[in-house]
């Protein structure tokens, strides 16, 4: 018998407003017993589920693991913009003129992540 991933775990400071940013971006739902002030918040989503947990750690190095974003109903750049108005700001731009390239995000906290070409962009 093999394992799953059940959901990804994301360290973080403040677990229900960062679920709340994530919930967001991913078009998801929090879990119903998620309050401001919990110690851990869950998002699901189509693809899978988040789990936040507050540590008492800060953020100090760049993540060992991210996500990488494919927009379903817009385009890398729309998308972009779509993040950056929720809170996310931009850590590194790879777009490139032919359009291929990524955009490195970062979340309220810090967390990077990245958001790719959707699929109707790379048939094109």
Known sequence: MTSRVRHTTIDCTDAYRLAGFWAQVLDGTLAEDDLPGDPE???TASGGALLFLTVPDAKTVKNRVHLDLE?????RDEEVERLLALGA???ADHRRADGSGWA?????????FCVERSAAERVG
């Open 104 to 112: 490195t995000l970062a979340d309220p906290e810090g967390n990077e």
């Open 41 to 43: 918040a869950t998002v």
């Open 71 to 75: 927009p379903q109903d817009r385009t």
């Open 89 to 91: 700001t931009l850590v």
